[in-house]
C-alpha cells in the first residue's frame, strides 16, 4: 500500500514531467540572420507576408504527443475540391534553433500555386537527440496522409523540402523513406511515411566528408563528435541512404560548399540509377537566402517548376 507522503510525491514528480519546458534557442531568426547579412549583403530584403484569399490557413495542428509536450504543423492549402500535391516544409537553425514559423512565406507562395503545404514543428538538439527530429517529421507525414482530404492534399503524391538543417533532414527522410532504422528505434512508417521528391535547400548530404564543416553543433544533435559517434554520423547522412530507390531531388544552393557537402557523390548515385535530379546555385548568395529578396521569387519558381514535373 502506497503511503499517503509517498503518493503526494509521485504525483508531484508526475506534474512536473508533463509539465517539463526545454529553454528555446532563439540564435538563428529572420532578423537576426539579416542583421548578420545585410553587413555582406546590403541589397537584401527581408520577405514581407502574403496573404492569398485563394489559400486556406490552420494552425497549431497537434500531430504527434511526446511524453512530455504535444508537436504542431500548420497548413496551408488551396480552396476548392480538388486534390493537390503535398509539400511538407522543415525549417533550419543547426539542429538546435529556428521555428516553423519560418517557413511560413515558402509555404504560403508554394500552396498559391496549387500545392497542400505544411510546417512541421520538431524537437530539437536540447530536447531530444537524433534520430527523434526524423522520426517527427515522419509522423507529421503519418498524420497528413490519414488526414489529407481535410487538406485537399493527395496521399500518393508528397515531397519534402528543408532549408539548411532542414535540408539535410528533408534528403534523409526522403532517401529512407519506410527502411529507416536505428538501433532499438525500429520505424514502423512502412509505406505511410514514403515521399515522392526530395527539395534540398543548402542542407549537407554527408556530415564527414572533405566539403564537410560539421563540428560542435552536428555534435550536438547526433550525441558525440565524430571520433566519438562514428556510425552515428554516417547513418545521419543522406548519401549513406542513397540507392536506386530513392525519389527525385532538387537541389538549390548558394556558392558555399561546406552547405552542399556530399551533393556530388550523391548526384552521381542518382545518375548511375537514372534518377531525376536538378541542382539550382545562386552565386553570391548568403547561406539563409530563402529568407530574403532577390532570391525568394527564383527560388519558389525553380520548386515550383519541379514540383510539376514530378508530381503532376
Not at 130 to 135: G, L, M, S, V
Not at 256 to 269: K, L, P, S, T, Y
Amino acid at each position: 500500500m502506497i503511503k499517503p507522503c509517498c503518493l503526494i510525491l509521485i504525483l508531484f514528480t508526475n506534474l512536473l514531467h508533463s509539465q517539463i519546458q526545454f529553454n528555446s534557442d532563439t540564435s538563428y531568426t529572420v532578423q537576426s540572420t539579416f542583421n548578420k547579412d545585410k553587413i555582406k549583403f546590403p541589397f537584401i530584403e527581408i520577405v514581407k507576408e502574403q496573404e492569398y484569399e485563394s489559400v486556406n490557413q490552420i494552425q497549431e495542428l497537434v500531430y504527434k504527443k511526446t511524453e512530455t509536450r504535444e508537436l504542431h504543423l500548420d497548413a496551408y492549402f488551396k480552396k476548392g475540391n480538388s486534390l493537390k500535391p503535398a509539400v511538407v516544409l522543415i525549417h533550419g537553425g543547426g539542429w538546435k534553433s529556428g521555428n516553423k514559423s519560418q517557413m511560413k512565406f515558402l509555404a504560403q507562395e508554394i500552396a498559391s500555386r496549387g500545392y497542400s503545404c505544411f510546417a512541421v514543428e520538431y524537437r530539437l538538439s536540447p530536447e531530444a537527440a537524433y534520430p527523434a527530429a526524423i522520426f517527427d517529421v515522419k509522423e507529421a507525414i503519418k498524420y497528413i496522409k490519414a488526414n489529407a482530404k481535410n487538406f485537399n492534399a493527395d496521399p500518393s503524391r508528397f515531397a519534402v523540402l528543408g532549408c539548411s538543417s532542414g535540408g539535410q533532414m528533408a534528403a534523409l527522410i526522403g532517401t529512407t523513406n519506410d527502411n529507416l532504422e536505428f538501433e532499438d528505434q525500429k520505424s514502423d512508417f512502412n509505406q505511410n511515411a514514403n515521399v515522392q521528391a526530395i527539395i534540398d535547400m543548402d542542407g549537407i548530404l554527408a556530415f564527414k566528408h572533405p566539403e564537410s564543416q560539421e563540428g560542435k553543433v552536428a555534435g550536438e544533435w547526433l550525441g558525440g563528435t565524430f571520433e566519438e559517434k562514428p556510425d552515428i554520423w554516417k547513418h545521419a547522412s543522406a548519401l549513406t541512404h542513397t540507392d536506386k530507390n530513392t525519389p527525385p531531388v532538387l537541389f538549390i544552393n548558394s556558392d558555399m560548399v561546406r552547405f552542399h557537402a556530399g551533393r556530388e557523390d550523391m548526384i552521381a548515385i542518382l545518375k548511375q540509377n537514372r534518377i531525376h535530379n536538378e541542382t539550382k546555385e545562386l552565386p553570391n548568395a548568403p547561406h539563409s537566402f530563402w529568407f530574403f529578396h532577390p532570391w525568394f521569387e527564383k527560388i519558389v519558381t525553380d520548386t515550383t517548376d519541379f514540383l510539376d514535373r514530378i508530381l503532376k
